[in-house]
C-alpha cells in the first residue's frame, strides 16, 4: 500500500523559514512526477511546485507564480523523501500542505496523497 507522511508544518513568523519532508513508502510503479499542494480554509487545493521524473522528462522543477523564487522543491531518492523548503513566508503562504505522488499504474495515471501538515505564518 503507497503511504504519504507530511511532517515540518508549523508556526512562523513572516519572512521565516520551513522545510516541510514527504516520506514515502509502498511506492512500486514508476512516479512520474511528486508534487506539493495546499488548500488554506474555503479555497480549492493548489499546486504549489512539482518535480518531474528524470527517467522521461530528464527531470524538472515547476512552481506556482505565487511561491516562484521563494519556495524549492527536492527529492531524496535514496531516503524516498520529497521536501519542500519555504523562504520568506508570507501570511498568505498559510494552508494545509499535502504531499502527492503521480504514479504511472499500468499505463495509467494515479494521484496519491498524504494526510497533510499545517503551516501557519503569522506574527
Known amino acids: 500500500q503507497v503511504r504519504l507522511v507530511e511532517s515540518g508544518g508549523g508556526l512562523v513568523q513572516p519572512g521565516g523559514s520551513l522545510r516541510l519532508s514527504c516520506a514515502a513508502s509502498?511506492?512500486?510503479?514508476?512516479?512520474?512526477?511528486m508534487s506539493w499542494y495546499r488548500q488554506a480554509p474555503g479555497n480549492q487545493r493548489e499546486l504549489v511546485a512539482t518535480?518531474?521524473?528524470?527517467?522521461?522528462?530528464?527531470?524538472?522543477?515547476n512552481y506556482a507564480e505565487s511561491v516562484k523564487g521563494r519556495f524549492s522543491i527536492s527529492r531524496n531518492n535514496a531516503k524516498n523523501t520529497l521536501y519542500l523548503q519555504m523562504n520568506s513566508l508570507k501570511p498568505e503562504d498559510t494552508a494545509v500542505y499535502y504531499c502527492?505522488?503521480?504514479?504511472?499504474?499500468?499505463?495509467?495515471?494515479?494521484?496519491?496523497w498524504g494526510q497533510g501538515t499545517q503551516v501557519t505564518v503569522s506574527s
Open positions: 509502498g511506492i512500486i510503479f514508476p512516479i512520474n512526477a
Open positions: 502527492n505522488a503521480n504514479i504511472n499504474k499500468f499505463g495509467s495515471r494515479a494521484d496519491y
Open positions: 518535480i518531474t521524473s528524470g527517467v522521461t522528462s530528464g527531470g524538472s522543477t
